[in-house]
């Protein structure tokens, strides 16, 4: 009866680890372009709603490929104004 304990407990932390890093992974991505199919919010309620197995679904499916996840920083530079403008 120990070892069943012990065993679905390691489940159950393997579980939330799980799930709480596909959580975190799919808020910081920047952009929703980024993602393989879908948007940063079918994925956090697909995880949420999901657990164990939207988590793997979002990990083999929707998780962006390798590559820099960083924001664009601000160069100080606006944009030119829309053509007819007067300014």
Request: without cysteine.
């Amino acid at each position: 009866m120990e070892a069943f304990f012990l065993i679905f407990s390691l489940f159950f932390v393997a579980n939330i680890v799980l799930v709480a890093w596909a959580l975190v992974d799919a808020i910081r991505v920047p952009e929703d372009s980024m993602y393989q199919a879908g948007s940063k919010l079918v994925w956090v309620l697909v995880i949420l709603l999901g657990g164990f197995i939207g988590a793997t679904i979002y990990l083999v499916i929707g998780r962006p490929k390798s590559g820099p996840r960083t924001v664009h920083q601000w160069d100080g530079q606006l944009p030119p104004p829309p053509p007819g403008t007067v300014g």
